[in-house]
């Protein structure tokens, strides 16, 4: 848990934030024990705006990696950062539901909470299955 925290320490300091300044970093284990880093990449469109979250999860995806054993994220918050529900819809569909997410802060607040515990009653998967 602490070296995936440290990792998303890492990737926050290459935050590419010129318009909020506002820094995330987030890092992603792997099954196999490798560690990808992400962090947030805004955009003069601010939509167009990419998390830390989901930075590291569609690098991991995007390098061949299917299958994650945990997910940390770090912003200098009051307290632990909370994820939005973008990148919470994103964890649903890449991770297994009771795969740990570790929430952090730069004070040293740690939440630990479960992917399906940030977002019950998710849209997934399965509920394409019922149309005809
Ligand atoms: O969990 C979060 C919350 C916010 N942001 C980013 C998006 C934007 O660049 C900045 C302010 O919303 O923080 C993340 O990367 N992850
Ligand atoms: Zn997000």
Known sequence: MKELIEAAKQAREMAYVPYSKFRVGAAVLTKDGE????C???NASYGLTN???RTALFKAISEGYREFAGIAVIADTEGPVSPCGACRQVMVELCPPDMKVFLSNLKGAIQETTVADLLP???QKGDLDAQG
């Open 35 to 38: 560690i990808i880093r992400g």
């Open 40 to 42: 947030n990449v805004e």
């Open 51 to 53: 998390c830390a979250e």
């Open 121 to 123: 009653g998710a849209f």
